[in-house]
């Protein structure tokens, strides 16, 4: 935390320096990284007072001052897509990937998903909360400002519930925003097999109800997929949800496509989520829409399949947005500085394009874009502070080393 009144002296670049735009940055404002050079800024309760030249600081009687001298200040990274609530691990799992089994194999002898929903079952309320929260300051001193949290390992009405009450309890504990998303549909219980549509009955007519009643999720989610739920099921879930305000965030096209973009768009999702495997009906769907895209560059890279096609998203100027899918069986990173080397090094995002991604256009995947992802007057003031560096460039260029000397919120 810091103290009421802070001052950020002698800032060598001051990064992501403009006003909340109305929407999403695309085409030329996404290639841009607004900055100021030898700036300062100033914080009261929280917020961001003041910014300039250094030349223009006046008095700092009051404030207590970092000196920045050498070192690059941005906002913080939004992690729009994680499942931060989990039990164990799947160490196992990626042991048996190692020696050649794929995730659909994995999922097919009961791990995966059923695997994290069976270990969740049997973990008590207090457990799930320490170890999240645990994870939460990793996320924090790793530069991330604001976080979404999925349920979604429960696969029954009591543990969904049970999952979302440690996503209250997290917020209430948490220095930097949460946003909750009931993650209804993610895999289908093994007593659901041959009935998969009962499944979907018993969200909509049992726990959707009761997850609206608790008033602690934002966003609805399904992971529409092959193996997984198909478009017509979604639509009933998303239908069923809407009465309740719960908008769409919805995993899609990971390993295959099979229309659901169009469902989701259809729905008015804020954000479709992986979107590895592209078909060109799918980019259509997107171009003429509100929805952003989010890419996870960590997931493609932990369980090597194709990373999203981000050339032809921005060709269209489709908003792009990246986050880390944090979660134990495909991505098991929080790392955001290491998302923004992938986006670069694999991906071929320029720094700017995926800092943008990073921070204010995923500001807009939470609907935060008021609140964070940009250096504003009257924005929350989280902030990274990064080591001595020239370049924001360094960030990407050193992949895999921690480029934050402090993060501030
Ligand atoms: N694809 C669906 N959900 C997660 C993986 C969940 C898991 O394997 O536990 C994802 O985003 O990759
Ligand atoms: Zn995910």
Request: charged share 20%; hydrophobic share 45%.
């Amino acid at each position: 935390m810091t103290a009421t009144k802070t001052v950020l002296t002698h800032i060598a670049q001051l990064l992501q320096v403009r006003e909340t735009p109305e929407k999403p940055l695309v085409g030329t404002d996404f290639n841009e990284l607004p900055l100021l050079e030898n700036a300062y800024l100033k914080i009261s309760d929280g917020r961001i007072e003041a910014f300039g030249h250094m030349e223009n600081l006046g008095s700092i009687e009051g404030y207590t001052e970092i000196d920045c001298s050498h070192r690059l200040v941005l906002p913080a990274y939004i992690d729009s897509h994680t499942h931060l609530v989990y039990a164990g691990d799947r160490t196992p799992e990626f042991a048996n990937r190692i020696q050649g089994l794929t995730y659909a194999e994995i999922a097919e002898k009961g791990g995966g998903i059923l695997n994290s929903a069976a270990l969740l079952a049997k973990t008590d309320e207090e457990t799930l909360f320490q170890a999240a929260y645990d994870r939460l300051q990793q996320a924090i001193q790793l530069g991330t400002g604001a976080i979404e949290i999925k349920t979604g390992y429960g696969l029954s009405t009591e543990a969904e519930l049970k999952m979302l009450r440690v996503i209250e309890r997290l917020r209430a504990a948490s220095p930097i925003p949460i946003k909750a998303t009931y993650l209804a549909a993610h895999a289908v219980p093994t007593a659901f097999k041959s009935n998969p549509d009962a499944y979907v009955d018993l969200i909509i007519n049992e726990t959707l109800p009761q997850v609206a009643a608790l008033e602690i999720a934002e966003y609805i989610d399904v992971f529409l997929e092959t193996n997984y739920f198909n478009s017509a099921q979604t639509e009933r879930i998303l239908a069923a949800a809407a009465q309740y305000q719960l908008k769409p965030k919805i995993h899609v096209n990971q390993f295959t496509t099979i229309g659901g973009i169009t469902t989701a768009v259809k729905h008015g999702a804020l954000s479709v989520d992986h979107l590895e495997v592209m078909a060109p009906e799918d980019y259509d769907a997107l171009a003429n829409s509100k929805t952003v895209a989010v890419a996870l560059p960590s997931c493609s890279f932990f369980i090597q399949i194709p990373y999203t096609p981000v050339k032809e998203l921005m060709q269209r100027n489709i908003p792009l947005v990246l986050a880390t899918d944090f979660n134990p069986g495909t991505s098991p990173s929080l790392n955001m500085n290491f998302v923004v080397a992938l986006a670069c090094i694999q991906m071929k995002l320029t720094a700017e394009q995926a800092l943008n991604a990073a921070t204010l256009n995923a500001a807009f995947a939470l609907e935060l874009q008021h609140e964070l992802g940009s250096i504003a007057v009257g924005k929350r003031a989280q902030l990274i502070v990064t080591k001595p560096m020239r370049s924001y460039w360094e960030i990407p260029y050193y992949f895999g080393n921690n480029p934050i000397e402090r993060a501030i919120y």
